[in-house]
């Protein structure tokens, strides 16, 4: 449910923008948010996906007028800052690095040299996650709402896959002495995986 909800979405954006129903961005986001909180809540857990989902879409159905005239250029902006804010707080001292936190989760015990590659990749999404929130600002301060949607929900998608892309290749040229499975298997475990919240199970793992 959660891939077909992620794969939609652009087109439900570039519908909501050309119509200017923006509650429509909202109550879609919430969906994707319950479907990637279920499944910790089903294991016992409190999950804030699964919470925030289930208020966007009452947001969405009970102030369907207000969220109109609140664009949906905002939610982007949103997500890649807050994104990018997630693998920068995972870089501060005591911390354990997102990256590192999916490899040892994938993984279990790695060398010394992948906490390290690890570390730097954190800090590559931090600032290319970054550097996307910057762009979805000017876009939508200075760019037509046509030019805003095609970047947003078409073309900075392709870059992000891009960068999983080329940074597959990159990793087993650095990391020549971890066997690695195939990309398309490393790809399906990472959705498996997600993204890991808490570190503090990883510590003893360091």
Not at 57 to 75: C, E, H, N, T, V
Not at 78 to 98: E, R
Not at 126 to 145: E, K, M, T, V, Y
């Amino acid at each position: 449910m959660l891939p077909l909800l992620l794969l939609t979405y652009p087109l439900v954006s570039h519908f909501a923008t050309v119509t200017t129903h923006s509650e429509l961005c909202y109550l879609w986001m919430g969906l994707i948010l319950i479907s990637a909180g279920v499944g910790r809540s089903a294991n016992g857990k409190v999950s804030w996906s699964l919470v925030s989902g289930l208020v966007l879409i009452g947001a969405s159905i009970g102030l369907a007028d207000q969220l109109a005239d609140l664009p949906a250029k905002l939610l982007p902006i949103l997500a890649y800052s807050g994104l990018s804010l997630f693998f920068a707080y995972s870089l501060l001292p005591g911390k354990t690095p997102l990256i590192t936190r999916i490899m040892l989760h994938l993984r279990g015990a790695v060398p010394p040299r992948v906490h390290a590659y690890c570390r730097l990749l954190t800090l590559f999404w931090a600032l290319f996650l970054f550097l996307l929130g910057i762009q979805s600002l000017a876009l939508s301060l200075f760019a037509s709402a046509s030019l805003w949607s095609a970047f947003t929900n078409f073309v900075n998608p392709v870059l992000i896959v891009l960068v999983f892309v080329v940074e597959y290749p990159i990793r087993l040229q650095i990391l020549k002495e971890v066997s690695h499975k195939g990309f398309f298997d490393y790809v399906r475990d990472l959705i498996r995986t997600g993204l890991p919240l808490e570190d503090s199970r990883y510590d003893a793992r360091k």
